[in-house]
């Protein structure tokens, strides 16, 4: 870590460094104010809004305490609906202002951390084990700032981590519980099934799945690969661009082989942009994509599974797959139609990208979104998410 952002500040009258960690990328605080029990909301609100990080020094639960007392004070500020002059797509940039301003005055309050990740605070809990799996081992002496926001974060990641999300279409271990998928910090978490489904219910390509290859490209979590491993695909390969997404994959598959009893090859992990090298992998039958969903600048690598800026992996995949595949196999590309919703992508150009591409769609199938926010009436963006279609399309070259 030695070569990790520093930060700065004075505490009786010496001067402090530690290392910083942003998971946004944020530069560390060039103005540090130092908090306790005794800062009122009010008054950190605007020493928050004049960019100045506030180091805590005072009870932990009490720094959770403020920030709950600023995020109220922003949710009064924030409309709950849309103006009726608003399209979709206005409402959908407005709150990703909103939610970037939030996470600017959230994130002001700061927390010390020893270098081994101990928390010198009255009422802190113990982070070492969550802070190393999120950060790596501390291999020096320095001591360590974040916000509290993205320790709470951190802390929430580990708790999930341990505990797991049910994937039903895995099937079961060997006492008839479903299986699991283990998310790591910053890896996004098959929360959502609906098209894990898809993926179980789609004709695999003419063959024997005993002798195909197939990819999983953004693997993710593993769980596609995963999912294609139950499904009797006798070669998959999970490739990724994430360090942190091979590690869990890599985990998540040991451990479901291992759970479930099955035998057979393991899944392959490959760190790779999109398609695995094509010296040592130059074609596979089938080729699963499932790339971030809408077409927006990316804030963290936390937000990297939901957006894509300029269609980057959704265009990446569809131009190289067609090349990839062997005769007769088919590329399967998850997507939402939320952009297209929020008027950030037309189905027109999807169409023409497939086509672009030397594509044609063979077949598609759709579900829809039984995630909370897809009834939830309050959300600025219910109108587009409560019609959200998500589909798996069929692609053939051709």
């Not at 519980?177 to 789609?202: C, D, N, T, W």
């Not at 927006?296 to 690598?301: E, F, I, R, T």
Request: glycine fraction near 6%; charge should be positive.
């Amino acid at each position: 870590m030695s070569d990790s952002p520093q930060i700065k500040w004075t505490q009786n009258d010496e001067p402090h460094t530690a290392h910083w960690h942003s998971e946004r990328g944020l530069p560390a605080p060039s103005k540090v104010q130092l908090a306790d029990d005794t800062l009122a909301a009010d008054a950190a609100m605007k020493l928050a809004q004049s960019d100045a990080g506030l180091l805590w020094n005072g009870d932990f639960q009490n720094a959770r305490h403020l920030i709950q007392a600023l995020d109220r004070r922003l949710a009064k500020r924030s409309p709950s609906k849309p103006s009726a002059k608003q399209t979709l797509t206005e409402a959908f940039l407005t709150q990703r202002n909103a939610q970037a301003q939030r996470a600017k005055i959230l994130g002001s309050v700061l927390i010390p951390l020893q270098s081994d990740y101990s928390i010198a605070l009255r009422r802190a809990p113990d982070v070492r084990i969550a802070c190393e799996q999120a950060w790596g081992k501390s291999e020096d002496k320095e001591r360590h700032v974040c916000s509290l926001r993205e320790l709470l974060g951190i802390i929430s990641a580990f708790e999930w981590r341990k505990k797991g999300v049910e994937v039903p279409v895995l099937g079961t271990d060997r006492s008839g519980q479903p299986l699991r998928i283990h998310a790591h910090y910053a890896v996004f978490s098959p929360v959502r099934g609906e098209y894990l489904a898809l993926v179980a219910k789609a004709p695999l390509p003419k063959g024997s799945p005993a002798e195909m290859m197939a990819w999983d490209v953004g693997s993710g979590t593993g769980v596609i690969a995963a999912l294609l491993a139950s499904r009797g695909v006798g070669k998959v390969v999970a490739t990724d661009v994430s360090q942190r997404a091979l590690v869990c994959a890599s985990e998540n598959l040991k451990r479901l082989q291992q759970s479930s009893g099955r035998t057979g090859k393991a899944v392959e992990v490959l760190k790779a942009n999109l398609f695995p090298d094509i010296a040592t992998h130059p074609k596979a039958k089938l080729i699963v994509c499932n790339p971030p969903w809408l077409p927006a600048p990316v804030g963290s690598a936390l937000e990297s599974a939901v957006y894509d800026e300029g269609s980057q992996m959704l265009l990446g995949f569809l131009k190289g797959v067609g090349q990839r595949l062997e005769s007769g196999g088919e590329a399967w590309l998850i997507l939402s139609d939320l952009a297209e919703r929020l008027g950030l992508r037309s189905r027109d150009e999807l169409m023409q990208a497939i086509s672009s591409a030397g594509l044609k769609v063979i077949d598609r199938m759709d579900t829809q979104p039984l995630h909370p926010k897809a009834q939830d009436k309050s959300d600025p963006l219910h109108a587009a998410r409560s019609r959200e279609v998500t589909s798996l399309w069929r692609l053939a070259v051709a």
